[in-house]
């Protein structure tokens, strides 16, 4: 079994910053590029930054400049700094683990952007 938790999502007001973190545990031998993703109702859910292994890293065009992502390889854990966060910012946010032949998910967290 592969488990990601995560953690850090909640309500902010626009411009504000939050700290997004994901661990992932059980069988992984494979592990590969970590990221996050985001979704909201009636949309596709959307890459928004990726890391991979030897710490490679993309970021969707509408995040660069305000998002950070990292990583720790010896504990298997991914964090995502959001920085001057706006209310299209706001969706569920889900983190990632590439194995060899299957991409696990975590639960997703919330991250609201209001005034």
């Known amino acids: 079994q592969v488990q990601l938790v995560e953690s850090g999502g909640g309500g902010v007001q626009p411009g504000g910053s939050l700290r997004l973190s994901c661990a992932a545990s059980g069988s992984i031998f494979s592990i590969g590029a970590m990221g996050w993703f985001r979704q909201v109702p009636g949309k596709q859910r959307e890459m928004v930054a990726r890391?991979?292994?030897?710490?490679?890293?993309t970021y969707r065009d509408s995040v660069k400049g305000r998002f950070t992502i990292s990583r720790d390889n010896a504990k298997n854990m991914v964090y995502l700094q959001m920085n001057s966060l706006k209310p299209e910012d706001t969706a569920v946010y889900y983190c990632?683990?590439?194995?060899?032949?299957?991409?696990?998910w975590g639960q997703g967290t919330q991250v609201t952007v209001s005034s």
């Open positions: 990632s683990l590439e194995a060899r032949r299957v991409t696990y």
């Open positions: 890391i991979t292994s030897g710490g490679s890293i």
